[in-house]
């Protein structure tokens, strides 16, 4: 169990003190290890054999630590994201700020938009607005964090390329990149070749890589340090041809040129006026 510990632990930080009494959180912080999604408290206490209050307990004690975090979306307990006792950009605790911010893109738009959001249990959806119809994201059935899908989406790959190396690689370790349709990348040095491309053009795009009819188009929200703390996108319809891909090509798809611009206006004009 050393090297398990050993494995979550930042250097110059202490492990914190265990007896024979704290089997319970060693077993936990096992457990969920293995499962990077999170689980539920009541599928924890099953598959460890254990109470629910010693598994509240443990996770009381991992929390306090820095180990874990509780996702509040999809009720679940998991590894701190992306690292325990790294620090992330904080995100802005509030609730109205990103739904102003989804309603104004939407309003000019009239696309489906949303916010995501860096938090200790990681990649959070925080708003979304759009017609009643429109699809939701990433999926209306899935509760699991977006954490997972942050390789093929637009709103998660504008996070990841303005996050330090050391923690995208954390978080590509963390969570291998796995295929959601033909197009999605599944290899590290693809993920990391979409994260170059989203620094050189100011957006991340994402042609049908977790969706098969649909575009992603985010761009970041950035703390002081020019960390990404929240990324704002919207949902397009699948174009036959990119103009990113096809420059060359004159009825290519050009509208992430066209829509970026009013995303950046929207973080402007409501980032500014939420800081005065």
Known sequence: MAHLLASVR??????????????????????LYFNPEGLPLAEISRQLELSSR?????????????????????RRYLIRYPHPFVDIPQAVDDPLFYQELVDAVFARTHLRSYVLSVRPWGLHLEATSGHQGQRLWPFPWNRKPATAHAHASAGGRAILAHLPEELVH????????????PLTPT?????????AEARRLGFARARGEMIPDRCGLAVPLLSGNGQAFAALGVSLPFGRRCAIETPEDGSACRRCYEIAPVLNEAVGEI??????
């Open 170 to 181: 954390g978080h590509l370790h963390r969570f291998p990149p796995k295929p959601f349709t």
């Open 187 to 195: 290899t590290v040095p693809q993920v990391l070749e979409r994260l």
């Open 271 to 276: 980032w500014r006026s939420s800081q005065s």
């Open 10 to 31: 930042a250097p110059g930080y202490p492990l914190p003190h265990m007896d024979s009494r704290d089997i319970g959180p060693l077993k936990v912080l096992k457990l």
């Open 54 to 74: 010693v598994v509240r307990r443990a996770l009381r004690a991992l929390e306090a630590e820095g180990f874990t975090a509780f996702d509040p979306m999809s």
